[in-house]
């Protein structure tokens, strides 16, 4: 039982990591702000269902992070193209 | 295995931890970035390889592995698409900032 131990601090740490990036997404003063808090939630979704995978042993679930990963990096930069061609206008 | 495992997980995790507190507290969209860039390679990439060693099966190891070699190829090109659409649209830098290489280009 002691051996999940790790797991558990880990999940304690991606928790308080997720609350203070919503601090970040709410607080942002710029838009540029709130898309990398909003590409940072992403990535951390991405470490969250991996150690949820290594803790309930359900390795199906490293397949859903990594399609996640690639999802995520196309919106980041959608939201960056979104940004230059709002500034051009 | 096991062991290592967690190790993997529990340090990834600490540096997502370390890097959201470093985005909530550096002064500037620049600076932000700098932290923001270590979540992925770093905190999600070791969460990743921790869960391919805990599995034990060398199918779901490389996978993960690939995982991360995404993540390190992707996260500074993100970064820097980000860093130029805000400076194209006029986010100036913090004044602790010294240096400006982008001004005064063509």
């Known amino acids: 039982m002691s051996s999940a131990l790790p797991f558990l601090a880990g999940f304690c740490c991606l928790t308080a990591a997720f609350i203070i990036?919503?601090?970040?997404?709410?607080r942002g003063p710029t838009l540029a702000d709130r898309i990398l808090a909003l590409d940072t939630m992403g990535v951390l979704c991405v470490a969250i269902i991996a150690a949820f995978a290594a803790y309930t042993g359900f390795f199906l679930y490293t397949d859903i992070a990594i399609a996640l990963a690639l999802v995520g990096f196309l919106s980041t930069v959608a939201f960056a193209r979104y940004l230059l061609s709002r500034s051009s206008k | 295995m096991i062991v290592l495992a967690g190790l993997f997980v529990l340090v990834g995790s600490i540096f997502c931890l370390l890097a959201t507190i470093g985005i909530l507290r550096f002064p500037d969209l620049y600076?932000?970035?700098h932290a923001a860039t270590k979540v992925g390679p770093l905190g999600a990439g070791l969460v990743l390889l921790g869960a391919g060693i805990a599995s034990g099966d060398l199918l779901i190891f490389v996978r993960c592995l690939v995982g991360l070699l995404f993540l390190i190829l992707v996260s500074p090109v993100s970064a820097h698409l980000?860093?130029?659409?805000?400076l194209k649209s006029g986010a100036v830098p913090s004044s602790i900032a010294s240096i400006n290489d982008y001004d005064d280009s063509p």
């Open chain 1, 21 to 26: 990036i919503f601090v970040r997404l709410i």
């Open chain 2, 31 to 33: 600076t932000r970035l």
């Open chain 2, 82 to 86: 980000l860093a130029r659409a805000a």
